[in-house]
Every structure is written in structure tokens, then in C-alpha cells.
């Protein structure tokens, strides 16, 4: 079975400092691996995937994150942080047999001035 | 850029009342999903769906069903809604295969 593990539930930070939200996966087959940011009262954005290819994987906001196969983790990290960085974020995965993602329960990532 | 609308941000209703929520995706995209958002619990899915009129049910189908009439459309019922319900509802289209989804605004849904 396929699952995505959320390590924290909460991270608060200082402005302009570095942060890593932890993310590990679950799977006996080759997975797709996503994070999303949600803003309060929206929809999910997408803000990296990997698929294949390189692990080192970049997006949008400055945020990157890192597929792990030995550790079995696809980590979000920003080297600094703004106060507009505050949201929930989501990890999620699937595998290429179907279609249908496993999230993790979110991390609240909180910039602090 | 791919658009998902959905039809209301927020909702009120009572309890026992039959409530439509509606999504529309303009990328002609294969699939399309409901998914409810509470709390420390992370995204559920609720149904699935691949193809028009085809169906599938998610984790948590219990209470709800769904229709798919046309291919941008993907509709969310509760037959009889109950206060358990309330949460946020959020739809999301995907292309024919394992990608990247993509999701509306979200309903805010309360009953009563």
C-alpha cells in the first residue's frame, strides 16, 4: 500500500530563516512524489513534482525539494523564508499505474517577523 | 493556465436538506476528483471520476454520490446532509494519467 507521512503538524519560523518541512512516502513501486502550498480559504497550488529525472527538484517561490529513494523522504526546503510563506503545506503522492494521490495530513508552516 | 471553479465559496445548510455542490474544468481534462478537508486529517477523497458517467468511489464515500454528465463538470451530492458534513470541499481535474491535479477554490460547507 502507498502512503505520505507529514513529520509535523506545525513549523514556526523566523523571517528570513532557512526552513525543511519533512515529508517520507510509503511505496513497493516507482512513485510520483508533489508538494502544494494552500493560502488560507483556497484551493491547493502546486508548487514542485517530481516524476523522474533529476532529484533535485525546483519550484516556484524559491522552494525546492530533494527525492530520496534510499531514505524514502522528498523534503521541502526554502534557504529564507518570507512572512507571505505562511500556509498549510501539502504532501502528496501517487504511483504511475494509476491516478489516484496520497496526501499527508499537512504542515502549518508559520513565518514569524 | 488551467481553471477549476467551483460553484460556491461558501455554503450553509440545514440538516436533511439535499445539497449540489458543482465543479468545472476548462482544460478538458480526463479525470476529476472530490475531496473533503478537515483538520489534522489531511485531504480525503470522497469519489473519483476517469471518464464521463464512469465513477469510482474514494475513501470515505459514505453519505455522498456524484454524477458526471459531461466532461468539464463533476458534481458532489449529499442526499441528506447531516452535520458531520460540514467541512471544505475541494474538486480537482487531472489529464489521463498519474500527474499533477489541479484544484479549485474550495467550498466552505456548514450545516446545520
Known amino acids: 500500500a502507498q502512503s505520505v507521512t507529514q513529520l509535523d503538524s506545525q513549523v514556526p519560523v523566523f523571517e528570513e530563516a532557512p526552513v525543511e518541512l519533512r515529508c517520507n512516502y510509503s511505496?513497493?513501486?516507482?512513485?510520483?512524489l508533489f508538494w502544494y502550498v494552500q493560502y488560507p480559504n483556497q484551493g491547493l497550488q502546486l508548487l514542485l513534482k517530481y516524476l523522474s529525472g533529476s532529484t533535485l527538484v525546483k519550484g516556484i517561490n524559491g522552494f525546492e525539494a530533494e527525492f530520496n529513494k534510499s531514505q524514502t523522504s522528498f523534503h521541502l526546503r526554502k534557504p529564507s523564508v518570507h512572512i507571505s510563506d505562511t500556509a498549510e503545506y501539502f504532501c502528496a503522492g501517487t504511483v504511475n499505474t494509476g491516478n489516484q494521490f496520497y496526501f499527508g495530513t499537512g504542515t502549518s508552516l508559520t513565518v514569524i517577523p | 493556465d488551467v481553471k477549476v471553479t467551483q460553484s460556491s465559496r461558501y455554503l450553509v445548510k440545514r440538516t436533511g436538506e439535499k445539497v449540489f455542490l458543482e465543479c468545472v474544468q476548462d482544460?478538458?481534462?480526463?479525470?476529476m476528483f472530490w475531496y473533503r478537508q478537515d483538520p489534522g486529517l489531511g485531504l480525503r477523497l470522497i469519489y473519483f471520476s476517469y471518464d464521463v458517467k464512469m465513477k469510482e468511489k474514494g475513501d470515505i464515500p459514505e453519505g455522498y454520490s456524484v454524477s458526471r454528465e459531461k466532461k468539464e463538470r463533476f458534481s458532489l451530492i449529499l442526499e441528506s446532509a447531516s452535520t458531520n458534513q460540514t467541512s471544505m470541499y475541494l474538486c480537482?481535474?487531472?489529464?489521463?494519467?498519474?500527474?499533477?491535479?489541479?484544484f479549485g477554490p474550495g467550498t466552505r460547507l456548514t450545516v446545520l
Open positions: 482544460m478538458d481534462h480526463e479525470n
Open positions: 480537482a481535474s487531472q489529464t489521463g494519467g498519474a500527474d499533477t491535479q489541479y
Open positions: 511505496s513497493s513501486v516507482s512513485v510520483y
